[in-house]
């Protein structure tokens, strides 16, 4: 069993940053495939970007192109989404999910149902 836990979120001025983590336990994050997701209340949760297990692969949605950044610390075994001139639209929960893929997989993953393990979230509000 995985467990996620995002930390990092908060309210912040446009053009602002922050930096989101997901502490995994239960699994080591460099055998799992990752992902961060955002949802507004009354929208499907969207896929931001998501990660390979190797490492190798990256996706961005191309509403964040440029400005999030995906990255993992194997020895924290955390995954982290720095978050740049960020935009009022930016507003929403950011969920952290993981999957278990098999070994030097350099697969992406941008589904929410390719992914088994989720994180509780965290409010990140954007102010104009």
């Known amino acids: 069993q995985v467990q996620l836990v995002e930390s990092g979120g908060g309210l912040v001025q446009a053009g602002g940053s922050l930096r989101l983590s997901c502490a995994a336990s239960?699994?080591?994050?460099?055998?799992?495939?990752t992902g961060w997701f955002r949802q507004v209340p009354g929208n499907d949760r969207e896929i931001v970007t998501s990660i390979s297990r190797t490492g190798a692969s990256i996706y961005y949605a191309e509403s964040v192109v440029g400005r999030f950044t995906i990255s993992r610390d194997n020895a924290k075994n955390t995954v982290y989404l720095q978050m740049n001139s960020l935009k009022p639209e930016d507003t929403a929960v950011y969920y952290c999910a993981a999957v278990r893929t098999y070994s030097g997989s350099n697969y992406y993953y941008t589904r929410t149902y390719d992914y088994d393990y989720w994180g509780q979230g965290t409010q990140v509000t954007v102010s104009s």
């Open positions: 239960g699994r080591t994050v460099a055998s799992l495939a």
